[in-house]
């Protein structure tokens, strides 16, 4: 099993940046690819980004030039830096990993991005 918290959501103003990160405990050996997705309300979970083994990236297009994901393996951590955050970037924001075949999630956190 593989426990993942998120921490650094909050609420800020448009425009303005927020560094999410998550941290992985438990049976780490083994995790492959590292992610953060999102899910607006009444909306479906969306994939934000994700950062492979060897740093290869993938961005969704509404975030790409705006958000830099990127992995500590050391650490097990991953990051979601976020710059010139949109009202419409409102959400829970959940932190994913891959390992040994098996997708883990964490429990969120929410970005609010309001005036």
């Known amino acids: 099993q593989v426990q993942l918290v998120e921490s650094g959501g909050g609420l800020v103003q448009p425009g303005e940046s927020l560094r999410l990160s998550c941290a992985a405990s438990?049976?780490?050996?083994?995790?492959?690819?590292m992610g953060w997705y999102r899910q607006a309300p009444g909306k479906e979970r969306e994939l934000v980004a994700s950062?492979?083994?060897?740093?290869?990236?993938n961005y969704a297009a509404s975030v790409k030039g705006r958000c830099i994901i990127s992995r500590d393996n050391a650490k097990k951590k991953v990051y979601l830096q976020m710059n010139s955050l949109k009202p419409e970037d409102t959400a829970a924001y959940y932190c994913?990993?891959?390992?040994?075949?098996?997708?883990?999630w964490g429990g969120g956190t929410l970005v609010t991005v309001s005036s």
């Open positions: 950062i492979g083994v060897g740093g290869i990236t």
């Open positions: 438990g049976s780490i050996f083994g995790i492959s690819a």
């Open positions: 994913n990993v891959d390992r040994l075949g098996f997708t883990y």
